[in-house]
């Protein structure tokens, strides 16, 4: 008997008309990779060009950067945020000849960041993106004193500082699917035949009160998934080239003590889906790290508890990356959705 009759009408449909990336597109930006027509990587920019630091966010697979909707502007007075939709998530173009690798991504974040003259970054990542900060940050140990504020070529160095949030950054044994999604009421036969129930399975595994998933987060989600491609790509990295990458590196935890730069690993107290044990281990790697875990939270602080994220990278900023005699980072208040800058490359 075939699956479709009986699932393909058990989730309701999710409104889109009115999504986040559609009603704010014409705050974009784009930036083309190598000025390849099929690199393309959809960016906000917001805040102050001139600001002493520079926020990059970096969301986790199968999200874009509405993770960071209610985290960014927060920090737009005195930094300058900006929230990129990695390669193959988003509004970002999504190649085919493209391992989706986190060491791949990283690539192509330090061109990014080339291209845009930024300095002073300090990269915060999600789960997958939190994987893709650090190996950015490696990528420049080879040109850049770590154990300084500023780069051998006399210029102030390119990375400030890492806040990780349950970054899936170093080897964890792969969850099986039913384990994972236990705390999804969306069963694992209709996340394969509908795109909106495939978009309601991934917020309700990261949130631990999935009854506090605001709508316009589900329409968000469920708008990027109705691409094939964010599917295909989604289950690519998930099933494959994530877990295939971090095997490579089972046992070889100490790679990431050659980061010297000062980082916040922040991590849901509940996450089901990267195991506590990777915030352990991250803690006792990283040489110069603040650990913080984030009380009845799952997978994703930014969006589930987005108050008490900003307030720990807040901390950490002004605590950890800002001089001693530097001005403190004080809080925009909550502000709809910003303009890009004007003067923006």
């Known amino acids: 008997m075939s699956l479709i009759p009986v699932f393909a009408g058990c989730v309701k449909p999710i409104d889109t008309t009115h999504a986040w990336g559609a009603r704010t597109r014409q705050f974009d930006a784009i930036y083309r990779v190598d000025g390849r027509e099929d690199r393309k990587l959809v960016y906000r920019d917001n805040g102050r060009s001139d600001a002493p630091l520079t926020l990059l966010f970096l969301h986790g697979i199968g999200s874009s950067k509405v993770a960071w909707k209610s985290v960014a502007p927060r920090f737009a007075d005195q930094c300058r945020v900006i929230s990129l939709d990695l390669l193959g998530h988003g509004d970002s173009d999504k190649p085919v000849e493209f391992t989706y690798s986190m060491s791949e991504q990283a690539d192509l974040v330090r061109k990014f960041i080339a291209q845009l003259g930024l300095h002073d970054v300090v990269l915060v990542g999600h789960s997958y993106g939190g994987g893709v900060a650090l190996e950015t940050a490696m990528g420049y140990l080879a040109s850049e004193n770590p154990h300084s504020n500023v780069a051998d070529d006399g210029r102030t160095r390119t990375i400030r500082g890492l806040v990780l949030l349950d970054a899936s950054a170093l080897y964890f044994d ?12 969306v069963s694992f036969f209709e996340a394969l035949l509908s795109t909106d129930a495939r978009a309601r ?5 990261a949130f631990k009160h999935r009854e506090n ?10 708008r990027v998934f109705r691409d094939p491609r964010t599917t295909d790509i989604y289950l690519w990295i998930a099933n494959h080239e994530l877990f295939k990458e971090l095997s490579a590196r089972k046992g070889n935890d100490d790679r990431y003590r ?25 803690c006792a790697t ?21 108050g008490e994220t900003v307030v720990q990278i807040q901390r950490f900023l002004n605590n950890h990356v800002q001089p001693p005699a530097g001005p403190q980072i004080v809080l925009s208040p909550e502000l709809p959705d910003l303009p890009v800058l004007t003067d923006a490359p």
């Open 213 to 222: 998933i605001p709508p316009d987060l589900y329409a968000e989600y469920a």
């Open 258 to 282: 050659a980061i010297n730069c000062p980082t916040l690993v922040l991590w849901g107290e509940q996450d089901r889906v990267v195991p506590r044990d990777v915030f352990t281990r991250l």
């Open 201 to 205: 399975m991934l917020l309700e595994v």
């Open 174 to 185: 792969k969850p099986g699917v039913f384990e994972v999604t236990s705390g999804s009421d």
């Open 286 to 306: 990283l040489p110069d790290v603040t650990c913080e875990l984030v009380a009845d939270c799952g997978h994703t602080p930014a969006e589930e508890r987005p």
